[in-house]
């Protein structure tokens, strides 16, 4: 069993900053691409950061220049730094985690936080 336990949500004005935190336990061989999705009231889920095990990331165009994702091997920890949040930016973020326990990958959600961001 592996859990993915986020953390790091809330309330922001726009223009504020927040960061979100997401980590791995259980059993755990190794983790290859860390991600952040967010699912706003009646839209779909939507890739926000992604980034590989070598630290390749991917951004969604509508956070590229003020998302920064990184992640932490040691800690199976990935991070979202948000900076100039936007109230468009509001949802609920999950953490994804494509977990190898051997022997193969399985791909985990978090629960979700919440980010609300006020104009």
């Known amino acids: 069993q592996v859990q993915l336990v986020e953390s790091g949500g809330g309330l922001v004005q726009a223009g504020g900053s927040l960061r979100l935190s997401c980590a791995a336990s259980?059993?755990?061989?190794?983790?290859?691409?860390m991600g952040w999705y967010r699912q706003a009231p009646g839209k779909q889920r939507e890739l926000v950061a992604a980034i590989t095990s070598g630290g390749s990331t991917n951004y969604a165009d509508s956070v590229k220049g003020r998302f920064t994702i990184s992640r932490d091997n040691a800690k199976n920890t990935v991070y979202l730094q948000m900076n100039s949040l936007k109230p468009e930016d509001t949802a609920v973020y999950y953490c994804?985690?494509?977990?190898?326990?051997?022997?193969?990958?399985?791909?985990?959600w978090g629960q979700g936080t919440q980010v609300t961001v006020s104009s």
């Open positions: 994804n985690a494509a977990v190898v326990t051997m022997p193969r990958e399985y791909d985990y």
């Open positions: 259980g059993s755990i061989f190794s983790i290859n691409a």
